[in-house]
């Protein structure tokens, strides 16, 4: 496969994607920081601020802005690299940053000025400024400007080549953003129909349980939306910097195509304990939920191969020889690789999370955060920065230098124990019943509570290391993005194996996976949301006092 | 398309444990009945009193028969409502003798809360227009925390109340 070159306007528009996700990292990480400072009961925040502003600052950056400005501004360059980008897309793609950066703006504006501490799920009946939600609808827009500049690019790829198999890595991209698009428009059909209306006054009141279903029909993907790109470099591109080829581009195709229909139709195992959903239903999303267990042991299987088949070509012949073998000392392989461990104990406490019943034990206690530092901070950023690593210098035309690669493994080093400690700690609070999303306090008193509170301590240790590790990223990112020697920087691709078999053409039958995976939805939620609609009680007036308005 | 051979085993290996893994949580659901709350009941939530449960006379730890009590609560941004003892005096510790089975319903007034008793299986959503139940039967005694683990505005964290069960 010839891979494409970009051009210096192309470089500068991923690059823009870049800026806005470091710069949210260093932003969101103090959020961050400054919450377990807080939560460790021996620091209060200075000018009044309060600390669940700082929350909602923490949860909408780095879940939703950073996460979604790195994914985008990365799958731009592998389409660009693998099917191209014309001039007119290009054009295009700015736009869709602008518009998203537009409504990141907007909304950040009305958090920090205290008028939409509402945390990222912005549960109704608490009430935000109406610009907030403008803003997050700007930002959904924007980020759909950018799934159809990529299925066209696919498109017309497809055209110019007719018959050929698309590249591997366009395919994976049109997915997600198959499946963003599919997951975005509950939120969108909730901000646009429910909430601008409800904040503006121009309907009285709200239907609370159909926006929660709303958002979590749209929220559970969303996290897929962050794994996936991760998932793209697994299959592809860490192949290639360990020295190997693609273990099987039928299956990872296949495996995207399982995540595709079973990321979705699910999101009622976030609303277990929820009153006003049938338990039948809510049984059966949590089956459907369990069906992402498949892609997800044939992920694991694949990247385990690849390792193995690449040590024993380089002749490694013992059992377990080829795994020393593997260049631990390339941060564009660490950095990764620890996602993937990660991700062991991290789908292990998803399986407990979905479980109709064992929910109610961690259901929104602060296991659920620790959860998802481990899934989301853990897995997929630290996937992010081992892509970042290799794409920053190949866009500005800079190496990564072996002084940089040092510096990259000790940061990937302080994450995992900053994350390790931090979210062990989360998940141990969380089974003795420390609740999640709370400023500091003793409740009642007593025994009980001081046990967390000690766990809580524990956490601002690992949240202090964690600040160094982030300190770190930003340094080393601004070196590749403006300091480090010029040159050239591979973009790791991999090929396949050369006596690879040929892919079925059913698995680029898009019409069909898309009706499947609309098909799974309408069952999952066509009648459950019919009863919501028919048992709804009446609607919920507005709340502006609660969050200090 | 083809798949390994060590694939194969891989994955019918992790199939039937998940075909397994539901089956047991299905059988503890639908034989066991011990599904998540989910009282399809509404209520309005300006006018929780119109509910023989959330009548003021009824908030709090009522004995329906031999071991056998209910817990009727009111939730609002940012307290519990416990109901009031005999001098009149708002109540913060429910005290239910160890071995009881109590039933807990709980409604808002206003946002959406939490209610949990740390430590144990009682934790569930509570949001307007809705009554939340579950029961359960007190087998530990000491003193545990009622937490709101949602987030209900500023005093969330302010949110909480008491419950002992002694021998
Ligand atoms: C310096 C590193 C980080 C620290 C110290 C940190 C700390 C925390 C803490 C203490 C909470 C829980 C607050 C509470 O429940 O009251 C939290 C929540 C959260 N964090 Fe982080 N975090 C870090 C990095 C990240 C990253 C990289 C992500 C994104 C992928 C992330 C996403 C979130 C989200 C989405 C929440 C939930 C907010 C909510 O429940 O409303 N965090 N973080
Ligand atoms: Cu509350
Ligand atoms: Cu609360």
Redesign the pocket.
């Known amino acids: 496969m010839k891979l494409l070159t970009f051009s210096k306007k192309e470089s500068t528009l991923y690059m823009a994607f870049m800026y806005v996700t470091f710069t949210s990292l260093l932003v969101g990480g103090l959020m961050g920081l400054l919450q377990t400072f807080v939560r460790s009961g021996k620091y209060t925040l200075p000018f009044g601020i309060d600390y669940y502003t700082i929350l909602t600052v923490h949860g909408v950056i780095l879940g939703l802005v950073m996460t979604t400005f790195f994914i985008i501004g990365f799958q731009f360059s592998l389409m660009g690299k693998t099917v191209g980008m014309t001039d007119k897309q290009r054009k295009a793609a700015w736009w869709s940053f602008w518009i998203m950066l537009t409504g990141t703006i907007m909304a950040s504006v009305m958090v920090l000025t205290g008028q939409a501490s509402v945390l990222y799920t912005f549960y109704a009946p608490l009430r935000a400024h109406p610009i907030f939600y403008f803003g997050l609808a700007l930002v959904i827009i924007g980020s759909w400007v950018a799934a159809f500049i990529n299925f066209r690019q696919l498109y017309l790829w497809k055209k110019a080549n007719k018959g050929q198999k698309s590249p591997l890595l366009a395919y994976m991209v049109t997915i997600n953003m198959i499946m963003w698009v599919i997951a975005s428009l509950g939120v969108a059909v909730s901000v646009l129909v429910l909430f601008i209306p409800w904040s503006l006054g121009y309907t009285a009141t709200i239907n609370v349980l159909l926006s929660r279903t709303l958002f979590w029909y749209f929220g559970h993907p969303l996290v897929y939306f962050w794994l996936l790109p991760a998932y793209m470099a697994w299959y592809a591109i860490v192949p290639k910097i360990i020295g190997g080829k693609i273990f099987s581009d039928s299956l990872a195709r296949l495996s995207f195509i399982l995540l595709l229909m079973f990321s979705i139709p699910v999101g009622f195992h976030h609303q277990l304990t929820e009153p006003g959903i049938d338990p039948t239903w809510k049984f059966i999303q949590v089956v459907l939920t369990f069906m992402v267990v498949i892609p997800t042991l044939m992920t694991a299987f694949s990247i385990f191969a690849t390792f193995e088949a690449t040590g024993r070509k380089k002749g490694f012949t013992t059992l377990f020889g080829w795994f020393r073998k593997l260049p631990w000392k390339d941060v564009r392989f660490l950095a990764p690789f620890i996602g993937m461990v990660a991700f062991i104990p991290g789908g292990a406490g998803g399986i407990i999370n979905a479980s109709h019943q064992m929910n109610a034990l961690i259901h929104n206690t602060i296991w659920v955060t620790g959860h998802f530092h481990l899934t989301a901070a853990m897995t997929s950023v630290l996937t992010f920065f081992g892509i970042t690593y290799w794409l920053v210098p190949h866009l500005t035309g800079r190496r990564l230098t072996p002084k940089l690669n040092k510096l990259g493994i000790i940061q990937s080093l302080t994450w995992t124990v900053g994350m390790l400690i931090m979210s062990t700690s989360m998940h141990i609070q969380g089974l003795l019943g420390g609740p999640r999303r709370s400023n500091f306090s003793e409740y009642a008193g007593g025994a009980q509570v001081d046990t967390w509170i000690s766990y809580q301590m524990a956490q601002a240790i690992g949240g202090s290391i964690l600040f160094i590790a982030i300190i770190l990223m930003v340094y080393i990112f601004i070196q590749l993005a403006f300091f480090a020697p010029r040159g050239v920087e591979e973009y790791p691709i991999a090929e396949e194996e050369d006596d690879a078999e040929p892919t079925p053409k059913l698995l680029e039958n898009w019409i069909l996976w898309i009706a499947i995976t609309v098909a799974l939805i309408l069952f999952a939620y066509t009648i459950p949301v019919f009863e919501i609609l028919k048992h709804s009680p009446p609607g919920s007036p507005p709340f502006d006092w609660p969050i200090g308005k | 398309m083809n798949l390994h051979k060590y694939e194969k085993i891989w994955l019918i290996f992790g199939i039937g444990s998940l075909a397994l893994f539901l089956v047991i949580i299905g059988f503890a659901a639908f034989w066991k009945g011990t599904h998540p709350q989910s009282h399809i009941e509404t209520i309005d939530p300006q006018n929780v009193e119109a509910h023989e449960a959330f009548k003021p006379e009824n908030l709090g730890l009522n004995e329906e028969a031999e071991g056998k009590y209910t817990v009727n609560i009111v939730?609002s941004?940012?307290n519990y409502d416990l109901g009031k003892d005999e001098n009149g005096d708002r109540v913060d510790t429910l005290r239910i003798p160890k071995g009881s089975t109590v039933l807990f319903q709980v409604t808002t007034t206003d946002?959406v809360?939490?209610f949990q008793i740390a430590g144990t299986n009682v934790n569930m959503m509570v949001e307007p227009g809705h009554i939340s139940r579950y029961e359960t039967v007190m087998k530990n005694n000491g003193e545990f925390t009622i937490v709101?683990n949602?987030y209900?505005?500023i005093g969330?964290h302010l949110?909480f109340g008491k419950v002992e069960v002694y021998e």
Request: glycine fraction near 16%; proline fraction near 0%; include cysteine.
């Open positions: 939730a941004a940012f946002v809360h939490g709101c949602e209900c505005g969330h949110m």
